[in-house]
């Protein structure tokens, strides 16, 4: 390999090193753990003040929006049996309904409460497994039994 | 017309893999009549699912709700064009026009060529029809379009209402125009590894292919994020969402490859370099589509989890094994005999160009997959956000920017020093002239300033490559200014055409670091009447309104934005309930200059009309998309072939 070949080489090593250094301390610094809620539930008091994506569904009618800024929002996720209540401040975005999936990231306050500071619920039935039609089975019953004799 | 769009594609499905079984006999005994019985059988499976395809839309438009399809994603009300934009909304659907999108495209491609590369056609027809059988296998079995119910719903449950949008309905098919759009590539690369034809014409067959799918795919993914940024509300339009990821990966791979080929066409360099490239851009669409559909990411994008995972799974297993395979077996043939001789060169930039691009997409790669990857290790989810992606990412992108302007003037193999002076002086100056300048009016901090300053010097080297050439053009040929700049660009369309989408690129760039970084908020609870101060506007709330429109309930707010004393625009916040939905949907205002883009959510409101708004402050947002038409214009441009002549009058450097 000549001397200018190397040279080729070894500055794209450094590159390569470089970068790679920014993705292992990329991760190192801002990775978090990723649980259910059960799961969380079951660990509460090492997981204080550490940041987490906790998985779940709202549990229904704890959707509570404040009445002076309409921003600080509080809602419960559950899941496995257990729940976790979570605050958020900021708009949440128009999925969160009661029993939609949620991912929220936060950290776990000493009183148990998620502090949320980001919220996802799942984009509705793009491509659900299954969907539910039986309320649509009614009006088509309901129909055939209008026509037939 | 069920019947005939279910047996449409079972006839397919046998076809194609008649065609598939043809094709390679045709090749390994070398039989002309089987090749060309294969060549009609590309054409009669695509006929097959067009006419599946076509049956759907008809499906689709005169609501047959007895198909479970069309009841989950129409219902009567739905404007024709969001019945029809229906065959992308739901899961079963998007894979026909992935199947119809594929055949297209291969009968465009064996038509074309039905004169040309008679050893690697046999091979494009094998590899497309392979993949044309697994996505209608998928339907026959897993996913089926034309399903139908037991009983016949009078109404449907209609598409969700955040697709029933513009921009929404074409995001789409963009996006497919540009996956499937690199199995052809992919296809002439394995014809020519299985063919033992390696020399540089299968790069000739496959260039415009590349180029027609990078376009759409630019555009596909730009449209999303531009989607997300008008129809979400949350000041954004890019969440390093894994569904996201999944359309940039291959994206990168596939810039990094329409790069590395010119170094293989000039110097026959890079040759196993470039058909991993291929076949690492197939992969990460194939990797893409079964990322968005298996569930084992969690995503906005939700999909839930279904059987279809592990079926893409072994797919993509096989085409790797057999690609990959098929490389090592023809390695011997591959390696090229000119080296690498300076890192100030070309041939280095393009390769550091690559490297870059590369390491990014492994970056994104990982970020994405880590939850899966260290779930199967140690047994706990471990998830990283946009922090990871954006500390990553910034840095390499800053690096790929100073590529950019670096690499199109540098000298082939070895740059001398008055090479580089001549090419990089002016460009520097302006680079690092912007950079005092805007260091001067403390204009942002250090990343900001060196986007800045690389953007200026990369526009520098495209106006200097301009000017030097149509200066030498015009005196050369005796033509006026612009005579000789049409007739420059037009002549070598592919290195100009390259030089507008390198600029579209920068302005995209000047966008994003603008909008990012200089991104401003604010909230405020106000009663009618009352302002709130956001940059140098006043916001003023004057009512909030109900009422109906097309069965819509609305929700709406008007804000007066001052400057200074002056009322400039009124902005108009919604919220809209949709019957049949769960959930409302917000309707974001925006008031967009090339300055900034004024963005205001209605978050929420009383029954005293008092209401509380989110607004921000967006700077330069409109460069992205401007950005974009302006690649759009250079990729097109680039996409037409020149002439091969000599170049008179055009200095080389």
Known sequence: MGIRRKQVVIAALIVASALGYLIVTGMRDTMMFYYTVSEVTAQLDTLSEVPLRVAGKVVAGTIQVSESNHLDR??????????????????????????????????????????ATFVMAKCPSKYAAETDLSKYREAGVAAREQTSP | ?????????????????????????????????????????????????????????????????????????????????????ALWGGMAGSLLLWTVVLCVYST???????????????????????????????????????????????????????????????????????????????AFAIGALASGRLDTSWLHAIRRWTIVAWFFLSIGITLGAQWAYVELGWGGYWGWDPVENASLM????????????????????????????????????????????????????????????PLFAIFLAIILAVSLGLVAWRLPDLRSANQLESVLSRESSFLFN????????????????????????????????????????????????????????????????????????????????????????????????????????????????????????????????HQALVGLTLRNKRRYGGYIIHVGIVLMAVGITGSSVFQSEVEATLRPGETVDIGTYRLQYEELNHFQTSGVDVSSASLVAFDGDDPRFRLVPQRHFHPGQENPTTEVAIWSSLRHDLYIVLAGWDAQQTATFKAYLNPLVKWIWIGLAVLALGTILAMFPDRRHSQVGIANY
């Open chain 2, 108 to 186: 465009v491609a064996t038509w074309s060529n039905r004169r040309r590369h008679p050893e690697l056609m046999p091979y494009v027809y094998a590899v497309c029809m392979f993949t044309a059988m697994f996505f209608i296998a998928l339907q026959l079995f897993a996913a089926d379009p034309f399903e139908t119910l037991p009983f016949t719903p009078l109404d449907g449950r209609g598409l969700n209402p955040l697709l029933q949008n513009p921009a929404m309905a074409i995001h789409p098919p963009n996006l497919y125009l540009g996956f499937v759009g690199f199995t052809i590539p992919f």
């Open chain 2, 250 to 309: 291959p994206w990168l791979v596939a810039t990094a490859y329409l790069h590395s080929v010119m170094i293989e066409e000039k110097k026959q360099m890079l040759r196993v370099w470039n058909m991993l490239m291929v076949i690492a851009t197939f992969a990460l669409c194939i990797f893409g589509t079964f990322l968005t559909r298996s569930g084992i990411v969690s995503s906005v994008h939700a999909f839930t989890t279904s059987t279809l995972g």
């Open chain 2, 1 to 85: 017309m069920i019947a005939l769009g279910h047996s449409a594609l079972v006839a397919a499905f046998a076809t194609a893999a008649y065609t598939f079984a043809v094709a390679l006999l045709g090749a390994h005994r070398r039989q002309p009549a089987l090749v060309a019985s294969a060549r009609n059988g590309v054409y009669v499976t695509s006929g097959l699912v067009v006419i599946a395809a076509a049956s759907m839309l008809w499906l689709l438009a005169n609501d047959r709700f007895v198909v479970r399809y069309v009841a989950e994603n129409s219902r009567i009300a739905q404007p024709l064009i969001y019945k029809m934009s």
């Open chain 2, 354 to 481: 690559n490297l870059v691009l590369v390491v990014s997409c492994f970056a994104v790669l990982w970020g994405t997959m880590f939850p899966v990857i260290s779930e199967a290790v140690n047994g706990v989810k471990i998830t990283v956000g946009p922090p990871f992606f954006n500390r990553v990412n910034v840095p390499i992108f800053l690096l790929l920017l100073a590529l950019t302007g670096i690499g199109p003037l540098i000298a082939w193999r070895r740059a001398s020093w008055p090479s580089l002076r001549r090419a990089f002086v002016w460009p520097s100056i302006a680079g690092s002239g912007t950079m005092v300048v805007l260091l001067v009016m403390r204009v942002g901090g250090p990343y900001a300033l060196m986007c800045m300053g690389l953007s200026a010097f990369v526009v520098g080297t495209v106006v200097q490559e301009f000017w030097r050439g149509m200066r030498a053009r015009a005196s050369a040929n005796n033509e006026s200014w």
């Open chain 1, 74 to 115: 509080q809602f419960v996720i559950q899941e496995g049996g257990t729940e976790i209540p979570v605050t958020y401040h900021g708009i949440t975005p128009d999925t969160l309904v009661d029993g939609a999936d949620a991912v929220v990231e936060g950290t776990l306050g000493a009183d148990g409460v998620l502090h």
